[in-house]
């Protein structure tokens, strides 16, 4: 009876192992069907250090796939706010075969006055960003980058166009959009966050203008921080990304093509049609909003595109199994 139970503990080892054999590395590549192209979009992750090799994992499947840009929608890491920590997502942005556009999220700059992020000076830490991540305004990430239009000296709001679609970042985050309070707090603070939002909001102006001049087929837009659009105009939350919120309402309804807004922050993968027109509540049918999975769930999002169609987004969702490092 022993050397039976032995036998089947070895059995169930062999396949355990047989398993995780086959289980390795990154999943097959997907084709893109006839007529579509498809994107890539992730965010919030990796945090811990056991999601960094998920991540590597991410970056496999990536780089595996056909895909016309990996669009990353903020927070790389979520401590400490180091240049080195900066400088190991700028190595791992270039490493993929694809075009990288990155917009900044709140952990890389708003929230690193927290101890465990260092005590720095938010305004100082996004200075260091855009010097690692934007040095070359007008261009894109990656080891093929692409030419994009930039915003003056918000360069981190970028801009192309792709297959009849117009895409574009905006720099919005998380914590209050950055109105979050802290120790040494001061004016300057504020008055940035007013500055930067405002000029978010000129961004989106001027890209619904080029869309509607080029006659695209669609709107991209991608941010980190999730505005509250369920929330009441009201709410003291949904207010801090205001002109913002009132320009994307008005620009999306007199477009009426399809808009797709991708965002990161809560770290939970959803899809909707979450934006209603203040005047009368009447939703936006034109508007799909998608958010990203984010740590503990590392992974990524495919946007598949059929140009032309009524609904031209279709989304397949990729998350590293919890257990899965190699």
Same mark, same amino acid.
């Given at each position: 009876m022993k050397f039976k139970r032995l036998a089947i503990l070895a059995l169930l080892l062999l396949a355990g192992i047989a398993f995780l054999?086959?289980? #390795?590395?990154?999943? /097959?590549?997907?084709?893109?069907?006839?007529?579509?192209?498809?994107?890539?979009?992730?965010? /919030?992750?990796?945090?811990?250090?056991? @999601?960094?090799?998920?991540?590597?994992?991410?970056? /496999?499947? =990536?780089?595996?796939?056909? =895909?016309?840009?990996?669009?990353?929608?903020?927070?790389?890491?979520?401590?400490?706010?180091?240049? @080195?920590?900066? $400088?190991?997502? =700028? %190595?791992?942005?270039?490493?993929?075969?694809?075009?990288?556009?990155?917009?900044?999220?709140?952990? !890389?700059?708003?929230?690193?006055?927290?101890?465990?992020? %260092? #005590?720095?000076?938010?305004? !100082?830490?996004?200075?260091? =960003? $855009?010097?690692?991540?934007?040095? @070359?305004? %007008?261009?894109? +990430?990656?080891?093929?980058?692409?030419?994009?239009?930039?915003?003056?000296?918000?360069?981190?709001?970028?801009?192309?166009?792709?297959?009849? +679609?117009?895409?574009?970042?905006?720099? +919005?985050?998380?914590?209050?959009?950055?109105?979050? %309070?802290? /120790?040494? #707090?001061? $004016?300057g603070d504020d008055e940035a966050v007013v500055q930067r939002t405002e000029a978010a909001a000129a961004w989106l102006r001027e890209t619904f203008a080029k869309a509607e001049s080029s006659s695209a087929e669609a709107v991209v837009l991608a941010f980190h921080g999730n505005p509250a659009f369920e929330n009441p105009v009201i709410d003291r939350y949904r207010r801090t990304y205001e002109p913002f919120l009132e320009a994307l309402e008005e620009e999306a309804e007199r477009f009426g093509k399809p808009v797709l807004l991708t965002h990161g922050d809560y770290h939970e993968y959803s899809v909707d049609r979450p934006l209603v027109r203040r005047s009368d509540g009447r939703r936006l049918a034109n508007v799909v909003r998608m958010q990203v999975p984010g740590s503990p769930n590392v992974g990524w999002v495919r946007v598949t595109v059929t140009p032309g169609a009524d609904e031209p987004f279709a989304f397949r969702e990729h998350v590293v199994p919890h257990w899965k490092f190699f």
């Open positions: 054999i086959a289980a #390795r590395g990154p999943a /097959d590549p997907i084709p893109d069907p006839p007529g579509t192209f498809s994107f890539a979009v992730l965010g /919030d992750a990796p945090y811990y250090f056991f @999601e960094d090799w998920q991540y590597r994992l991410v970056l /496999d499947e =990536l780089a595996a796939n056909e =895909l016309a840009a990996v669009i990353h929608v903020g927070d790389i890491f979520w401590r400490p706010c180091t240049h @080195e920590l900066y $400088r190991r997502s =700028l %190595g791992w942005f270039n490493e993929l075969p694809h075009p990288v556009i990155y917009t900044p999220g709140d952990n !890389e700059w708003t929230d690193c006055w927290e101890r465990g992020s %260092g #005590r720095h000076a938010p305004l !100082e830490r996004l200075d260091r =960003l $855009r010097e690692v991540f934007f040095a @070359e305004p %007008g261009m894109s +990430l990656g080891s093929r980058p692409i030419p994009v239009d930039s915003q003056d000296e918000y360069v981190e709001n970028v801009r192309w166009r792709h297959e009849g +679609l117009v895409f574009a970042t905006v720099h +919005l985050v998380g914590s209050w959009n950055g109105m979050a %309070g802290f /120790d040494g #707090r001061a $004016r």
